[in-house]
């Protein structure tokens, strides 16, 4: 999936409002907003996939009726799944 920005910018805008919140009341809020921020921006990367198309040459080949193939072209698709190798 697309990265969304209008996800990211309201994560973000809330972890804001509930600092300020949080200040009026006296509270330190600063470790909460960074909290919020990092997990907002976290979500965000994760929410990702990526998609990669690979383009290669195979030396060798497989001997078929007419001779081995060789310099075979090899085109490969991956695409990576959400929290796929994130800790």
């Not at 996800?7 to 805008?13: K, V, Y």
Request: aromatic letters at 4%; charged letters at 15%; proline letters at 3%.
């Amino acid at each position: 999936m697309a990265l969304v920005t209008k996800t990211l910018e309201e994560s973000i805008f809330l972890a804001f409002q509930n600092s300020q919140a949080s200040a009026s009341l006296g509270e330190d809020s600063l470790p909460q907003l960074c909290e919020d921020l990092a997990l907002a921006i976290d979500s965000f990367v994760r929410s990702a996939t990526v998609t990669t198309n690979v383009t290669g040459e195979a030396n060798g080949g497989v001997c078929v009726p007419g001779g081995p193939v060789v310099k075979a072209i090899v085109i490969a698709n991956g695409v990576g799944e959400s929290y796929a190798g994130l800790s």
